[in-house]
Structure formats: C-alpha cells, structure tokens
C-alpha cells in the first residue's frame, strides 16, 4: 500500500516511493531512507551566541516516528550528516536521542558517513548504529553522502539539500524537492533546521516537489 500523499517510481528495476516527509520507502527492504538530518544543528548555532528555536530533535524524532508507524519500516538509513557538529554531543540532544532509541530498540540503523559526520564525531555507540563509509551497496543501489560519486550501481544521495521554485506571473514558492535522474537520486533534507539549495534539472532529471502533505511531480 502506498502511503497518502506519496508517489511510486521505479529505479533500477526497484519500486521506491518518494514521501512527502521528505524521505524514500524502499518497500522490498521495509527501509526509510533519510538524508541530512543535521541533529543538534540548532545547538551548534546557540554555541556561538546565535539565538535560534529549541526543540529541533524533538520534531525530528517526532517525524521519524510517524514515518516509521505509517510506513511499518524496520530500517532506518540515514545518508549522511546525522550529527551537525560538536555541539550535537550535548547533553540535552543526546539524552533525547538515547530516549527515542530505547523506545525503538527493534529499528535496524545505518548511518553512511557524511561531511559533518566526520567533524561531529561519530553519533554515541550507546545508540546502536551501524557506522558505514560511502558506497554503501545494497541490491542495484549505492547508498552514498555526495551525489556525484563514481560507482557502478545507482546512486541514492543527500548533501545538496534540494529545493526547486514553482513560479507564476504573480507569486513564486520555493518548496524540497527529490531529483530523479538516470544514475542517481538526491533526497531532500529531513532536518527541521537545514535550509534548502535551489537547483535546475539536468537533462533526463525529474522534480518531484513536497507541500508537506503531498508529493508532485512537475519536471
């Protein structure tokens, strides 16, 4: 069954399904994929002065739970940046994150090393995730941080932290996209504190764009 407001593609002979919660179901694993979750980036930024909303973990965990209880996911791939930095080692975020994770002891979790992984420092081992280096191939995919590896299997990636602007004469809406291209996908970010990087298509990509409640295809 697929989820509401979502939308199935195939790549690589795999049926995906592109989430409006700015995640990929890969139904035949039973595994969400999740790109740039930056936990602990609001704490980052209070580290040095900047004031900036709390409670960013706790809508992150939020959003992975109903994902996981509507999806009946038993996996969790993050592809990338998991940590933002340091300052994600806090006392506060970590306790947060321990807590989701003892209420979701029976979750598989696989983090790929990102670029801010390799600054932060890897995530507690007290939460028991699997820590790989990019490429990560499973089946015809290559799970990877940076999108423009060169690997002989198709390519699901985060780091851009896509974002594509729907115009009319009148107004313009900026809104996370997914790029679907011939070898690769790049994934929006999950986070509820990244930001977003407008992009232009490549020839032969799709945009599929996410209102929140709904994915749509319009490239």
Known sequence: MTPA??????????????????????????????????????????????????????????A????????????????????????AHAAGTQAAMLAWRQRRCELTLTLVRGNHDKHAGDPAAVLGIDLVDEPWTVGPFAFCHHPDLEVGAYILAGHVHPAFVLATRFDALRLPCFVVGPRRMILPSFGAFTGGHTVRPEEGERIFVSSGDVVHGVR
């Open 5 to 62: 407001g979502s939308v199935d593609i195939e790549v690589a002979g795999e049926r995906l399904v592109l989430l409006p919660q700015k995640a990929v179901l890969w139904p035949r694993e039973r595994m969400l994929v999740i790109a740039d979750i930056h936990f602990g980036k609001a704490a980052a930024f209070r580290s040095f002065g900047i004031p900036v909303p709390r409670g960013t973990t706790t809508e992150n965990l939020q």
């Open 64 to 87: 992975l739970d109903e994902l996981i209880m509507s999806t009946g996911a038993d996996h969790v791939l993050f592809l990338g940046d998991f940590l933002h930095a340091r300052a």
